[in-house]
């Protein structure tokens, strides 16, 4: 079993700044690609930004430019560092990591992290 803390979420106004991170804890375990999902009211859940464990990174049109994703493997720790936030950001944030196991692998989830971006 892994789990995965979420932290960092808040309330912000257009513009600002936060840094969101997700620790994950277990053991013996790898973590084969990690990301950030995030759900609006009425809304499905959309990637924002995932890394896999060679350190590719990807990232949803609609934040590529305003937030980085980054991880430190040491620490089975990965960030989001979102800049410029607009209203349209507010969203419950998950992170989600594909992990492998000796001779298993599985798919786990964070409890999720309320972002709100006033305008």
């Known amino acids: 079993q892994v789990q995965l803390v979420e932290s960092g979420g808040g309330l912000v106004q257009a513009g600002g700044s936060l840094r969101l991170s997700c620790a994950a804890s277990?053991?013996?375990?790898?973590?084969?690609?990690i990301g950030w999902y995030r759900q609006a009211p009425g809304k499905q859940r959309e990637l924002v930004a995932g890394?896999?464990?060679?350190?590719?990174?990807n990232y949803s049109g609609s934040v590529k430019g305003r937030i980085t994703i980054s991880r430190d493997a040491a620490k089975n720790t990965i960030y989001l560092q979102m800049n410029s936030l607009k209203p349209e950001d507010t969203a419950v944030y998950y992170c989600?990591?594909?992990?492998?196991?000796?001779?298993?692998?599985?798919?786990?989830w964070g409890q999720g992290t309320q972002v709100t971006v006033s305008s």
């Open positions: 989600n990591a594909v992990v492998l196991f000796p001779g298993s692998s599985g798919d786990y």
């Open positions: 277990g053991t013996s375990f790898s973590i084969n690609a």
């Open positions: 890394i896999t464990n060679g350190g590719r990174s």
